[in-house]
């Protein structure tokens, strides 16, 4: 059973950082792309970021210049940086990745990210 388990949200000032990560487990054939997710109060989920095995990323315009996604292929692992957070940016973020030659796409369970003086 292929596993995603997400860390690293909280409570932080406008301005701050967070970093997130990401960690697959479980038999998996390889992952394609691997990104994030977001979901604000009675809004639509946007997607943030993500990132191919290669390494090519891509991002919301919002969070560009400001957050920078990563992955470590050799342990399935994907982490986002957020810089200079702003209270627009507060939300569950969720962490996917999708399953080389198959249509699997895996969630994680979310993690709550809060910017609030």
């Known amino acids: 059973q292929v596993q995603l388990v997400e860390s690293g949200g909280g409570l932080v000032q406008p301005g701050g950082s967070l970093r997130l990560s990401c960690e697959v487990s479980g038999k998996i054939l390889g992952i394609n792309l691997m990104g994030w997710y977001r979901q604000a109060p009675e809004k639509q989920r946007e997607l943030v970021a993500n990132?191919?095995?290669?390494?090519?990323?891509t991002y919301l315009n919002s969070v560009m210049g400001r957050f920078t996604i990563s992955r470590d292929n050799a342990k399935n692992r994907v982490a986002l940086q957020m810089n200079d957070l702003k209270p627009e940016d507060t939300a569950v973020y969720y962490c996917y990745a999708d399953e080389w030659y198959t249509d699997n796409q895996y969630w994680g369970q979310g993690t709550q990210v809060t910017v609030s003086s």
């Open positions: 990132i191919q095995s290669g390494g090519t990323s």
